[in-house]
T-cell receptor, first 115, second 115 residues
Framework: NAGVTQTPKFQVLKTGQSMTLQCAQD?????MYWYRQDPGMGLRLIYY???????DKGEVPNGYNVSRLNKREFSLRLESAAPSQTSVYFC??????????????FGDGTRLSIL | GNSVTQMEGPVTLSEEAFLTINCTYT??????LFWYVQYPGEGLQLLLK?????DKGSNKGFEATYRKETTSFHLEKGSVQVSDSAVYFC??????????????FGSGTKLNVKP
């Protein structure tokens, strides 16, 4: 039972390079999310997708774009990487059901360093 | 708006000590509440949840009770083990007039358990 799968697990980029982080879930969840986690900052929401075909900005969207490719996949793109984007990135998914209050499920993260 | 506040860490305890990590929240209506645990180098895993007032969530010896009158959801364990060393996050979703697909997380509390 894979759950939420993120690729790659580690990446080093140079300033100005572009990259796409991939995320896929096999739980038939409607909603998907991208967070970044910095030391001492907890989790900050970058973008989310409430359902297939929709995306919305979170707290810290600047410098990122997202694509909800289909119900399973939600990618995060850095068009021109900056050292301030060095972080651990987590993808999560949830049923998005307003009745049953189900939790989010997280991937193992992508550790991204920008030099 | 909605928010979650949890106690600052790190919390350092000896094995078999009693654990309390405080969590309070601000939300309209009736949110669902969660505790997540993050072990080093891993993603967040759901530890327990509660969906309505007075519910008690429990898992692996951890417990938390949804207290609407004090807007709290404190995490407790009677006897901690070294293997409980991790970062613990309190979170909420839902609530009246609230985008149900969004989750709010506390800043995390690091627990260190010494043998």
């Amino acid at each position: 039972n894979a759950g939420v799968t993120q690729t790659p697990k580690f990446q080093v980029l140079k300033t100005g390079q572009s990259m796409t982080l991939q995320c896929a879930q096999d739980m038939n969840h409607n909603s998907m999310y991208w967070y970044r986690q910095d030391p001492g900052m907890g989790l900050r929401l970058i973008y989310y997708s409430a359902s297939e075909g929709t995306t919305d900005k979170g707290e810290v969207p600047n410098g990122y774009n997202v694509s909800r490719l289909n119900k399973r996949e939600f990618s995060l793109r850095l068009e021109s990487a900056a050292p301030s984007q060095t972080s651990v990135y987590f993808c999560a998914s949830s049923e998005g059901d307003r009745v049953n209050n189900q939790p989010q499920h997280f991937g193992d993260g992508t550790r991204l360093s920008i030099l | 708006g909605n928010s979650v506040t949890q106690m600052e860490g790190p919390v350092t305890l000896s094995e078999e000590a009693f654990l309390t990590i405080n969590c309070t929240y601000t939300a309209t209506g009736y949110p669902s509440l969660f505790w997540y645990v993050q072990y080093p180098g891993e993603g967040l895993q759901l530890l327990l949840k509660a969906t309505k007032a007075d519910d008690k969530g429990s898992n692996k010896g951890f417990e938390a009770t949804y207290r609407k009158e004090t807007t709290s959801f404190h995490l407790e364990k009677g006897s901690v083990q070294v293997s409980d060393s991790a970062v613990y996050f309190c979170a909420l979703t839902g609530g009246m007039g609230y985008n149900f697909n969004k989750f709010y997380f506390g800043s995390g509390t690091k627990l260190n358990v010494k043998p």
